[in-house]
């Protein structure tokens, strides 16, 4: 089968994406106990500028927002400041560069928190599984439920954080609104058990996270450069149980999303890294309720990618691992070289090696870059 729709430009909003390939949001956690990214990182990410668009590992938007050890921030001036370089390197690439805003939730650790507090969430129940911290791993902690007057406060850590985004040179933002952390905590039943204005009915669990994506629409001044990624089908991390009716909570979700006028939804189908299996999220219709720009993740293959945009099904696909070990991987799609697995011992934690030291396999005007 030929391989061509994956290699066709596509507007995005006022963008060109060069293709429809997206670099997914990979953690590194390879920043500064400050949360200061390092300079190396503008390095890797110039390397896999050939992606239509990259979107920058998670970064969080307050040091309350931070759940992992040596994950970036840009909450402070000195982290713009250290983006912008990076920015920088990807513009000279000719590449386009979203950063994704995050806040954790209840997926961190005291040790991690501000004067060692509990992590905030919806409501106090604890996560299962461990949190990455910087003495390893560590149990999770059972967090201090958000109080109701605290929320402005977080809304406006992610107007801020968008503005500083905006500042440090990116071209857009991601709201994180997958993988079980702050904004889809609140989302889901299983996670928020509030009887005020922010728990119980759907239109109650959309609310703080309407109130933060419409933050970051005015805090980086335009919908069209603003995304949002979610993840209806998984559970992990924290053990994290499903929505009780995830079609009903995440359509009307994506309505609001719409209504907001953001310019793409980024859809991680099934359960990350582990399946596609929609265990009975109907995606497609999701689809059709945001109508702008659809983004697939998840295990997807080269032939799954071509079939789906074939099939109008997406617009655009994002690859997370895949780009790990291969800095050229567009060009290793479209001449079918053979794709390089990064052993896991290399994802997080460390320096360049592992990092910015992957070979170039293919094309030559790559090597020169
Ligand atoms: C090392 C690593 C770091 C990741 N970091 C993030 C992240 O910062 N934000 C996010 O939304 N997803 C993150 N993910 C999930 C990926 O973006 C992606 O959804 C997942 O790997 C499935 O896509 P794939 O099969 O193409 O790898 C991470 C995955 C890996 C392997």
Redesign the pocket.
Known sequence: MPHEALFEPYLLGSLRLANRIVM?????SRSSEEGVVPLYAAEYYRQRATAGLIIA??TNISAQGRGYAKTPGIWSQAQVEAWKPVTEAVHNAGGLFFL?L?HTGRISHPSLQPGGALPVAPSAIRPGGQAFTNQGLVDHETPRALRAEELPGIVEDYRRAATNARAAGFDGVEI?S??NYLLEQFLRDSTNQRTDNYGGSIENRLRFPLQAVHAVVEGFGDANRVGI?ISPGTTMPGSTPLDSTPNQTYGAYVDGLARLGLVYLHV?EGT??QTRNSAGVDYDALRRRFRRTYID????SLELAEQELADGKTDLV?????F?ANPDLVERLKTGTPIADAPKET??GGDERGYTDWPVATAPQLQTA
Request: charged share 15%; no cysteine.
């Open positions: 997914a949001p990979l953690t590194r590992e998670a994704q995050w994180h997958a993988n990624r991680i990350t890294q993740n998840n295990m997807v994002a690859f997370g691992r895949a790990l994802w997080y």
